[in-house]
């Protein structure tokens, strides 16, 4: 799920020198395929075997993978609620844990229905549907004979089917729309800058998204902390999804830009460095002042890398930004 920003994105003057065909061969396309293949080989593991332990190093890696395409939800993923259905967070209203619950509690046959399995709500599908069955402690430790474990399987065969179709459909159909904006028969993108602008809207939303959510939400208020919402804390992985998050950002940027981008670049090492010595897993240290604070300087530096790229990245594509709640005011 993605926090729309509070104004929209629009069209500028300047002439566009968009490195669109360099984002979507250098970035979009090996990132789908290497999510393609990661949720591929968590299906086969769970085919083997669906129990917990052996199942969490292929989720792990399928959740990686994620992170590397989370941002572009452009196309493929806005498509029929696809990205919903892959990572159903934030969760505000604790669905994905009741709905998890309902289909052990009823054993529901939707398990073992290939077909079916896909009109099941995004709560119970997708890498946080399965992160409940492998990490939280109701559902975990569960047999191979168990329900659960059918479970398990279900939803790492659907996230196989959604990573090959995600990847498919850009391949064959998407990476052209793009590639080819502004062609007489191409009637989502008019012109060049209307790509660039998809581009660079993926780029500033991703990093409003980790601003505002990946980090905003477990910090809460000062008063009222909420490590506990921290994005798939059960596996211990909010701070992991932060840097990957970043680093795939980061590669956007410097493959969307033709020019150079230096003050971008030097807020993406800022940040990527701060994430990586942060030593807060599941940013559980903003319960407590001093935790909070680092984590606060975080997205502070985030926020910068923001306004760097709407000063750099922008002009240079010909599409500029307006306020945004990352801009911190």
């Known amino acids: 799920m993605r926090a729309p920003l509070t104004a929209a994105l629009c069209l500028a003057a300047a002439p566009a020198l968009a490195g669109v065909a360099e984002v979507v061969d250098d970035h979009v396309l090996p990132a789908t395929a290497a999510f393609a ?3 591929a080989v968590l299906e ?44 159903f967070w934030p969760d505000a209203r604790g669905m994905v844990g009741r709905t998890v619950a309902r289909l052990v509690a009823d054993e529901d046959p939707v398990a073992r229905d290939t077909e079916g399995f896909s009109e099941v709500s995004v709560a119970g599908r ?7 069955l492998l990490y939280d402690e109701a559902f975990a430790g569960y047999g191979a004979d168990d329900y659960a474990c059918t479970l398990a399987k279900a939803i790492a065969a659907d996230l196989a089917r959604m990573g090959g179709a995600v990847d498919a459909a850009w391949r064959e159909d998407f990476a052209q729309t793009l590639k080819t904006a502004g062609a007489e028969d191409n009637s989502r993108f008019l012109d060049d800058r209307e790509a660039a602008q998809a581009l660079y809207t993926a780029l500033a939303t991703g990093l409003d998204f980790t601003a505002q959510q990946r ?3 477990p910090m809460g208020s000062f008063e009222a902390p909420k ?16 840097v990957l998050s970043l680093e795939a950002l980061r590669e956007l940027a410097m493959t969307l830009s033709d020019a150079p981008i230096p003050r971008t670049e030097a807020a993406f090492d800022r940040a990527l460095e701060t994430a990586r010595t942060l030593d807060d897993p599941r940013l559980a240290g ?9 984590v606060e300087a975080l997205q502070t530096e985030i926020r ?11 002009p240079a594509l010909g599409v500029s930004v307006g306020f945004n709640s990352a801009d911190g005011d």
Not at 126 to 132: S, T, Y
Not at 288 to 293: I, Q, S, V, Y
């Open 37 to 39: 293949e990661a949720t």
């Open 44 to 87: 086969g593991a769970a085919a083997a075997d669906c129990r917990g332990e052996a199942l969490r190093p292929a989720y792990q890696d399928a959740f990686d993978a994620w992170l590397g395409i989370s941002h572009l939800t452009l196309g493929p993923l806005e498509e029929d609620g696809t990205g919903l259905a892959i990572g």
């Open 126 to 132: 997708g890498l946080f549907a399965l992160e409940r």
């Open 215 to 217: 980090l905003g939400r």
């Open 227 to 242: 490590p506990q919402v921290a994005e798939a804390r059960r596996s211990d992985r909010p701070l992991r999804n932060v």
């Open 286 to 294: 903003v319960a407590e002042p001093a935790g909070r604070l680092r």
């Open 304 to 314: 910068a890398v923001t306004r760097a790229a709407a000063e750099e990245i922008a």
